[in-house]
Nanobody, 125 residues
Framework: QVLLVESGGGLVRAGGSLRLSCAAS????????MGWFRQAPGKEREFVAA????????YYKDSVKGRFTISRDNAKNTVYLQMNSLKPEDTAVYYC??????????????????WGQGTQVTVSS
């Protein structure tokens, strides 16, 4: 059992920044691959970013490259998503997820074992 709790969402203007946090409980957090996904109303859930258990490998959706940065602090059992230069099209509920088995198929929701409840990000134009 792993509990993930996102925080840091909110309302920002286009061009602004937010940092999302995902706090995890569980003694094996440091060995989990972690991902961020987002879902806008009427849209499918889409991959945003992922990070390997050691933090050495990161992956991003093309449209967020150069703007978003995923990181993790295993000592704090926390993964972050720093979002800069936000655009209205980034508006969505953002979810963090943990992959216990570390399959390597990081962009697919089905490989993740645990999910947070989501945090709303709204970017105004």
């Amino acid at each position: 059992q792993v509990l993930l709790v996102e925080s840091g969402g909110g309302l920002v203007r286009a061009g602004g920044s937010l940092r999302l946090s995902c706090a995890a409980s569980g003694r094996t957090f440091s060995r989990y691959g972690m991902g961020w996904f987002r879902q806008a109303p009427g849209k499918e859930r889409e991959f945003v970013a992922a990070i390997g258990w050691s933090g050495g490998s990161t992956y991003y959706k093309d449209s967020v490259k150069g703007r978003f940065t995923i990181s993790r602090d295993n000592a704090k059992n926390t993964v972050y998503l720093q979002m800069n230069s936000l655009k209205p099209e980034d508006t969505a509920v953002y979810y963090c997820a943990a992959d216990q088995d570390y399959s390597g198929y990081y962009a697919y929701p089905s490989v993740y074992d645990y999910w947070g409840q989501g945090t709303q990000v709204t970017v105004s134009s």
